[in-house]
């Protein structure tokens, strides 16, 4: 399934070319108003619309249109629609003719692709990356989701408040399969290593109980 991921984006530079990058702002949001770009990531694609969000209808209305033209000019149908966007009525009356898929539920199907995603954003391997699991449901999906991160990550870190089912699977994943994962919930040093943090089941009260990287690098 080939699809896009479409998002409002503030930073100016996501809508720019390299060398263009290097101009003074003013002339920037001169040539960046309104605008829409696409850029393929394989066989999927990331599509950016800079806008002020409090633009009149007839504006809003445009970029709907230059998003829906560029997304189905390039070939695209299926695509998934950041949040914010799909905020904004008057943007998402224009994209009806594209198949717009249920972001939660892509998202359980497409982990190991978002992982590769940011991994090419930081350039870096997978194999040499550190990657953290927030879940606490052992559903089919989470669990071959895990076993497919495990055999692909340099060290993957399975956090849950769920530790006497995990440790199990760590035992079962080892003995079975020669994988190793470590199971934790400790709150201050679980995340505080990790390249990329996947949230599976956590709710926004028990990720916040966890020290983020961010909250490291800030303190």
Known sequence: MNIVYIEKTDNIDDVLTKW??????????????????IETLGENAECKAFFDSKSKDKVLENIGKKIK???MGNGYRNVVISNELKKNEIIMKNLQELNIL????????????????????KNKEINKMEVAILVNKTTSINMENIINIAQNAKILNIVTENLGVFNQFEEKLYDELGIMVRVTNNKKKSLLKTDVIINLDFDESEVAKYYLPSKRNNS
Request: aromatic fraction near 10%; glycine fraction near 4%; hydrophobic fraction near 50%.
């Open 20 to 37: 263009k990058r290097k101009m003074p702002l003013n002339i920037k949001r001169r040539m960046v108003k309104n605008k829409v770009v």
């Open 69 to 71: 033209d560029m997304v």
């Open 102 to 121: 249920n972001g939660i539920w892509l998202f359980n199907y497409l982990v190991g692709d978002i992982i590769d995603y940011i991994a090419m954003k």
